[in-house]
């Protein structure tokens, strides 16, 4: 398994990197999934807007787009998040920014073992899902 940091156009804000691998692996190995390559992409509302627009047709901001590589060497893809967004998120939820960031990247992580959020139930599944995996975070650190 490999969690790899990268930054687009903006830094990477990503605080206990390890600690955030270590988790990852430990969420995906609850849903039986093996990790692959998982890559974080740093980047800003204005570059996460031009990506959606361009692969996926919607002009809207997001927090995160993945893209899934998974194949039979496990669960892969790449996380493009807003930092921009995960910090106005974090304010609007009364969470700290490492809190909702956390949150935006196993969201995405949820998504490459198959998890979906188009139905309400889809979504309220995925919210509980979440919540557990920070739950675990909060618990191994």
Do not use: P
Request: hydrophobic share 40%; proline share 0%; aromatic share 8%.
């Amino acid at each position: 398994m490999s969690l790899f940091f990268r930054e687009a156009d903006i830094s990477c804000g990503v605080e206990e990197k390890s600690s955030v691998k270590k988790w990852v692996a430990n969420v995906a190995k609850l849903h039986g999934a093996t990790l692959g390559e998982i890559c974080i992409v740093s980047c800003s509302d204005k570059y996460l807007l031009e990506v959606n627009i361009e692969h996926l047709n919607h002009d809207y901001y997001t927090d995160i787009i993945t893209f899934d590589y998974s194949g039979e060497e496990g669960v892969s893809g790449d996380l493009l998040i807003s930092f921009d967004r995960v910090r106005e998120n974090a304010e609007t939820e009364g969470v700290s920014f490492q809190d909702e960031l956390r949150r935006v990247i196993i969201h995405g992580v949820l998504h490459l073992i198959g998890f979906k959020d188009k139905t309400d139930g889809e979504a309220q599944e995925m919210r509980a899902q979440e919540n557990k995996a920070l739950e675990m975070f909060h618990v191994e650190q």
